[in-house]
């Protein structure tokens, strides 16, 4: 069971926002940065949101993040089919010393 | 352009070993931290390892699961990063990325290589 919790699985319908929750804890969420990704499938992972809130180039600003305590969230807006992807956040973690991904939630649009 | 290509992957027998290849290009590789991901059928993505950059000794981290059969290597003058892989389990079995951290602008996993596959198997 990973330390950094998300809902295995969501859903929206097209132009809907979605988000999806992280939940961690103070040896991770709650004292390091989040970051957010995207694992379209057959393909590699990809860098949606870091340092909690900012973009990379080239994301569209319908992608947001934020983060507050030891939870952090990932909001998705003007859904679009495809968004369907597996969707994961991941945070250092100094009791570990490691990087800790959530489980990864897998996002369907109906 | 920044490129991150992994190789080496393959079929192994428990027990045995294997080392992938991570060759990058387009940035200073010895100004990054380069880490180890890995994703298995069916399961999540999971992190297995770190090197950080010249500035920082090239220290490197290991998560439990691989702490002690895996190490990771690093050639600043090849521009290559390497993940020797020993003692290897059928749970090894994965797809296994390597991918650039800017730790500067806290922008981990910035870009990612394409995988090159694992699996472990008799």
């Known amino acids: 069971q990973s330390v950094v919790t998300q809902p295995p699985s969501a859903s929206g319908t097209p132009g809907q926002r979605v988000t999806i929750s992280c939940s961690g804890g103070s040896s991770n969420i709650g004292s390091k940065t989040v970051n957010w990704y995207r694992q379209l499938p057959g393909t590699a992972p990809e860098l949606l949101i870091y340092?909690?809130?900012q973009r990379p180039s080239g994301v569209p600003d319908r992608f947001s993040g934020s983060k507050s305590g030891t939870s952090a969230s990932l909001a998705i807006s003007g859904l679009r089919s495809e968004d369907e992807a597996d969707y994961y956040c991941a945070s250092w973690d100094d009791s570990l010393s490691g990087m800790v991904f959530g489980g990864g939630t897998q996002l369907t649009v109906l | 352009e920044v490129r991150l290509v992994e190789s080496g992957g393959g079929l192994v027998q428990p027990g045995g070993s294997l080392r992938l290849s991570c060759e990058v290009s387009?940035?200073?590789?010895?100004?990054?931290?380069i880490d180890w991901v890995r994703r298995a059928p069916g399961k999540g993505l999971e992190w297995i390892g770190r090197?950080?950059?010249?500035?920082?000794?090239?220290?490197?981290d290991y998560a439990a699961s691989v702490k002690g059969r895996f190490t990771v290597l690093r050639d600043d003058s090849r521009n290559s990063l390497y993940l020797q892989m020993n003692s290897l389990k059928i749970e090894d079995s994965a797809m296994y990325y390597c991918?650039?951290?800017?730790?500067?602008?806290?922008?981990?996993?910035?870009?990612w290589g394409q995988g090159t596959l694992v699996t472990v198997s008799s």
């Open positions: 387009g940035f200073t590789f010895s100004d990054y931290y």
């Open positions: 090197s950080r950059n010249r500035a920082r000794g090239h220290s490197t």
């Open positions: 340092n909690n809130y």
């Open positions: 991918a650039r951290t800017d730790v500067s602008i806290v922008k981990d996993l910035d870009y």
